[in-house]
């Protein structure tokens, strides 16, 4: 009997064993599944705060976007404005400055005394209004180039 309760004890003690050593396996892989799903939620977390940032980025970038081409729109639109003052200006110049050209030619060419002196007089005063038109176009010139640029142009040219 004690043979035999020897081995049942021997038995007893290595089916102990073989319990604590199941336990142990199952804490250990308990601690293996809690430590991956610890590691999966960090996962998770760590992607979601990216995918905000990543959110917030693009938002920005967008509103960057559509602010540069707002600006490019109105540098277009401020380009589009400066060629057609441009041209007007020109324009505007250039039809005095014929008829000064035109005039000049006739009270300077060879046939200018036959001209009646009220014709002459009537030149002379077309001259004159002519070129103060001119000064006055180049003085609004110089005043919108002012209201651009931070010093004054002195014009004081005076024509006779």
Do not use: W
């Amino acid at each position: 009997m004690r043979t035999q309760l020897d081995e049942l004890n021997t038995l007893f003690q290595l089916d102990e064993l073989q319990r604590s050593q199941r336990e142990a396996k199952v804490r250990y892989a308990m601690i293996i599944v809690g430590l991956v799903l610890i590691a999966f939620i960090i996962f998770i977390i760590v992607t979601r705060r990216s995918a905000r940032k990543l959110a917030e980025k693009n938002r920005e970038l967008a509103e960057n976007v559509s602010a540069l081409a707002l600006a490019n729109d109105k540098a277009e639109a401020s380009s589009r404005m400066k060629t057609e003052f441009i041209q007007n200006m020109s324009h505007e110049i250039r039809t005095p400055l014929n008829i000064l050209n035109g005039f000049t030619q006739v009270l300077t060419s060879n046939d200018a005394d036959q001209l009646l002196p009220a014709e002459k007089a009537d030149m002379r005063q077309r001259v004159a209004e002519n070129t103060e038109r001119i000064t006055g176009l180049i003085n609004m010139i110089l005043v919108l180039a002012e209201s651009n640029s931070q010093h004054m142009l002195e014009c004081d040219d005076q024509t006779t």
